[in-house]
């Protein structure tokens, strides 16, 4: 199945970096899963690292839709993973992680992770994406969100 195309710069032209960072996420989050649900992302939100919390219970659920998540998840998983790397994960089959996939939804079968760096460069937080369909995401969601994060002031 094709992945869905998705007009990131629309919805970059609707952000902005007002308020403080945690006013950014939430506000990031409603915009994304008003345009994304739509094209089978069927959740999205952010988990923020706590490098002072045991690796196993390091990331925290920050905002997210349409529902809650595993919190805290540890570094195992593709979240933790794109975190330590520094570098966004395109999943096409969750399947694929064996043991290191994290099912907080067991219907989800593909997911996207993105880190999010500060000013200084430090890896703070990963945006993730999940979807019911093998395949959701590719390289093009890569650049459109990291085009979403900018604009919204949570990524340089």
Not at 103 to 108: E, I, Q, S, V, W
């Amino acid at each position: 199945m094709p992945t869905a195309r998705r007009d990131y710069e629309s919805i970059a032209a609707t952000l902005d970096a007002t308020g403080d960072r945690d006013v950014r996420m939430a506000r990031l989050v409603d915009v994304l899963w008003s345009a994304l649900a739509p094209t089978g992302v069927s959740w999205l939100g952010f988990y923020l690292d706590r490098p002072d919390q045991p690796d196993e219970r390091r990331l925290e659920l920050g905002p997210r839709a349409p529902k809650p998540a595993c919190s805290p998840i540890g570094l195992h998983g593709a979240c933790g993973q794109a975190l330590l790397a520094g570098e966004p994960m395109v999943i096409r089959d969750v399947a694929e992680l064996g043991p290191n996939y994290i099912a907080c939804d067991p219907r989800d079968r593909s997911e996207l992770v993105l880190p999010l760096r500060d000013a200084e460069g430090r890896r703070w937080a990963v945006l993730d994406l999940d979807s019911h369909e093998i395949g959701a995401f590719a390289e093009r969601d890569v650049s459109g969100l990291e085009l979403v994060l900018r604009a919204a002031g949570l990524c340089v």
